[in-house]
């Protein structure tokens, strides 16, 4: 079993900074595939950023320029470092862990960006 932990979330103001902590734990496969989901209110789950094992990264497009993901395989630890935030950027962050024909959520954190 596989659980994904993340932390710091909070509130922030419009172009401030975050970064985001995600520990995974378990029976982990080596190659895997490390992301950050995000779900605003009303809206549907959206892709923001995922990183594989070697260290290839892809980001939507509405966070390039800004967000930065990163990953240290001794800690199992994905990181999301959010940079410049827009109140558009508000939502629930969640991490993930993905391999061939599976795949692990974490819980979620809040991320709320105040105008």
């Known amino acids: 079993q596989v659980q994904l932990v993340e932390s710091g979330g909070g509130l922030v103001q419009d172009g401030g900074s975050l970064r985001l902590s995600c520990v995974a734990s378990?029976?982990?496969?080596?190659?895997?595939?490390r992301g950050w989901y995000r779900q605003a209110p009303g809206k549907q789950r959206e892709l923001v950023a995922t990183?594989?094992?070697?260290?290839?990264?892809n980001y939507a497009d509405s966070v390039k320029g800004r967000f930065t993901i990163s990953r240290d395989n001794a800690k199992n630890t994905v990181y999301l470092q959010m940079d410049s935030l827009k109140p558009g950027d508000t939502a629930v962050y969640y991490c993930?862990?993905?391999?061939?024909?599976?795949?692990?959520w974490g819980q979620g954190t809040q991320v709320t960006v105040s105008s």
């Open positions: 990183i594989t094992s070697v260290g290839s990264t």
């Open positions: 993930t862990l993905s391999g061939p024909g599976w795949n692990y």
């Open positions: 378990g029976n982990i496969f080596s190659l895997n595939v």
